[in-house]
Structures are given as C-alpha cells and as structure tokens.
C-alpha cells in the first residue's frame, strides 16, 4: 500500500527546514542538496512539493510574511495612535534571532524577486499595505491629540516602512540590529507630538 503523506504539512516543514539553512549558513549555501540533506530525504522528493527553488522560495517568504502580520496585529491589538505607532515599528527590526533569520530570508527572497520578472512583477504589496497601517495608527495619534495636526501621516507612513525594511538590510549587510536607530524613529515621532 503507497505511504499517504499530508502534502501541506510536508511542504511546511521543507519550508521551516529553508528557513533553518538560510538563518544557519546564508543563501549560498542553502542549496538543494543541503536541503535534502537536512531533511534526510532525495533531492528529488523537494521538487514534488514545489516547482522549483524559486517556488520554495517564494513559499519561504510567504511563511515569514504571514509571521510579520500575525506579530504586527498581535503587537498592536488593542492600541490605538502612537503606541500603536511604536510597537508595530518594533516588529520589523531584527531585535530577536527568530526576526535575525527572517531578514536573511527576506533579502534572499527580494535578490531573487529582482532578477525574476514574474516574481518581481507582483510588487511587495506588503509593503503597500503596512505604510497604510502606519498612517492610519498615524491619523489615530493625530486626531487623538497626541501628534500636531499638520503631521503629514501617509508620508511618514512611508518613511517608518522604508526604515523597518533597511534595518532589515542592515542587520543582513552589517549585524546591526537597529536598535540605536529605533530609538531614532522615536525621536522623529517625538517630534510630531503635539
């Protein structure tokens, strides 16, 4: 009788085992055969649950994406304006090993994007979507009384995602893992408060 195996379950844990070799030994050496290797199984068996490596990427990336919102909407559950602000802005630095690894995932991912035209075509909507979140926290804080009226909320909406991604990239490029510039976001707010 064939061996039935959970397809899902078997794909999630080729994606964990990505995760461990990215975070372990980088992106260069996160290869398929060390991916198979690591699970104990044939190079081959990889390729029945995914297309090809860069559709295990995408996988991959897709897994730390679905972590980042559940941390973003745990983090801000029940806040409202610039603690809200703050604690979301947190969420994106690389403060813990699990969000050490997570940056290496997602600029292996975004290299991989960037020479992919099918994958690159799709955008980061994420992106889109959490310096939307921002400027509504933002527009709360605002009307809250906590930040001037004349705060430009989408803008700095903009500018708190661009800084969460490049502390991300400089944590990859230089192990710094931000919180000297955190505190410098803290700062900028600051100097928003009404």
């Not at 794909?11 to 085992?17: G, L, N, T």
């Not at 969000?99 to 991989?112: C, P, R």
């Not at 909507?125 to 310096?131: A, G, I, K, L």
Request: aromatic share 8%.
């Amino acid at each position: 009788m064939p061996k039935i195996v959970d397809y899902a379950k078997r794909r999630v844990e080729i994606v964990d085992a990505l995760l461990e070799l990215i975070a372990q030994d980088g992106m260069g050496a996160a290869t398929s055969r060390a991916l198979a290797s690591h699970l104990g199984v044939s190079n081959g068996a990889l390729w029945r649950y995914f297309k090809g490596k860069d559709d295990l990427l995408a996988a991959t990336y897709q897994t730390v994406l679905d972590k980042s919102n559940l941390r973003v909407a745990r983090a801000i559950a029940g806040r409202t304006g610039v603690d809200a602000v703050l604690a979301m802005m947190e969420t994106f630095f690389p403060l813990t090993a699990e969000l050490q690894d997570e940056a290496k995932v997602v600029l292996a991912f975004w290299g991989v994007a960037a020479m992919n035209s099918t994958q690159a075509s799709h955008g980061n909507p994420e992106m889109v979507e959490w310096s939307d979140e921002f400027a509504i926290l933002l527009k709360e804080g605002i009307e809250a009384g906590e930040l001037r009226p004349d705060t430009p909320a989408d803008a700095l909406g903009n500018i708190l995602m661009s800084v969460g991604t490049n502390a991300q990239v400089d944590y990859v490029f230089r192990g710094d893992d931000g919180a000297a510039r955190l505190a410098e976001v803290r700062q900028l707010i600051d100097s928003f408060r009404a």
